[in-house]
Nanobody, 123 residues
């Protein structure tokens, strides 16, 4: 099982950035895929989750209404579209996989992690 996050970069406040998480070794219908981020000096935190190939989706309050998570089963890829970015969104973003029976929001439930991709939002 492998996950590869990509798409990070530098963006101005108010801008948008799409992230991708390419998965291999499993089907999106078999696992929950979550996005987490680690801001400078902070613990890794939950951002968004997609379960049952999009049948269930959840967001952290801090990103609700600004971020959208989606999945493409054919490409085995999960996306995180981020809008209205602010410097507080600056972080390393990770995607991870958990069994679908899990809550889909707790770090402890996610057993497979990809490397992170850095998002920097300039003020």
């Amino acid at each position: 099982v492998q996950l590869q996050a990509s798409g990070g970069g530098l963006v101005q406040t108010g801008g948008s950035l799409p992230l991708s998480c390419a998965v291999s070794g499993f089907s999106l219908s078999d696992y929950t895929v979550g996005w987490f981020r680690q801001r400078p000096g902070k613990e890794r935190e939950f951002v968004a989750t997609i379960k049952n190939s999009g049948g269930l989706i959840g967001y952290a309050d801090s990103v609700k209404g600004r971020f959208t998570v989606s999945g493409d089963n054919a490409k085995n890829t999960v996306y995180l579209q981020m809008h209205s970015l602010s410097p507080e969104d600056t972080a390393i973003y990770f995607c991870a996989a958990a069994l679908p029976t899990s809550s889909g929001t707790r770090k402890i439930d996610f057993v497979y992690w990809g490397q992170g991709t850095l998002v920097t939002v300039s003020s």
